[in-house]
Structure formats: C-alpha cells, structure tokens
C-alpha cells in the first residue's frame, strides 16, 4: 500500500500564496501518478493538478498558471505551490496516487488517498 499524509495548508487573504506537501511512503514513489485534488462544503471533489513518473504534468483549467505541482523523488515528496489564491480555491487538498495515470476528473479512480489538508482564502 501507498500511505501519503498532507501539510501545509492554512488561512491566507485573497491573492496569497500556500505550499502544499504529501508526503508518500510505501511502494515505489517514483512510478506512480501523484495528483492534488479539492473539495469545498457542498461540492463534489475535483481535480486540481497530477505528475506522473516522468515529470509530465497536467492541470485542471481553473487553476492553469496559479498552481504547480512539483516532486522530490529524493524525499518521496510531492507539492503543490498555490498562488495568486481567490476566495472559490478555499477547499479541503486531498492528495492522492495510482499507479497509472489517470485524468484528473476520474476522481473515483485513484486508487490512494490521503486525509486533507485546509485552505482557506478570504
């Protein structure tokens, strides 16, 4: 199993900026699509932003040049630096990973899930 733990989130006024960490351990880090994805109260969870083993990266449209997401294979870390931040980016981060690439809105597919991390931007 993959077992992936989130950090960083926080309260930041509008126009902010945040780093978000998941920290992986268990399998093979290196090979698997790692993605970031959010759910805000009352709305089903979506896709944020995912990297796969190559460094190949792929974003939702709404956060497309706010938000980058990044790894450290050294550390079997992946992040997500969030800038720019509005007041509809507040919203539980999920992070999660699978060991094949899969599009950011077939959420349901992801095989692992960490526990969140909160942001909230006013």
């Known amino acids: 199993d993959v077992q992936l733990v989130e950090s960083g989130g926080g309260s930041v006024q509008a126009g902010g900026s945040l780093r978000l960490s998941c920290a992986a351990s268990?399998?093979?880090?290196?090979?698997?699509?790692m993605g970031w994805f959010r759910q805000a109260p009352g709305k089903e969870r979506e896709g944020v932003a995912a990297?796969?083993?190559?460094?190949?990266?792929y974003y939702a449209d709404s956060v497309m040049g706010r938000f980058t997401i990044s790894k450290d294979s050294a550390k079997n870390t992946v992040y997500l630096q969030v800038n720019s931040l509005k007041p509809e980016d507040t919203a539980m981060y999920y992070c999660?990973?699978?060991?094949?690439?899969?599009?950011?809105?077939?959420?349901?597919?992801?095989?692992?899930w960490g526990q969140g991390t909160q942001v909230t931007v006013s």
């Open positions: 990297i796969v083993d190559d460094g190949y990266t």
């Open positions: 999660a990973a699978d060991p094949n690439q899969k599009p950011l809105t077939w959420v349901l597919s992801w095989g692992y």
């Open positions: 268990g399998r093979t880090f290196g090979s698997y699509c």
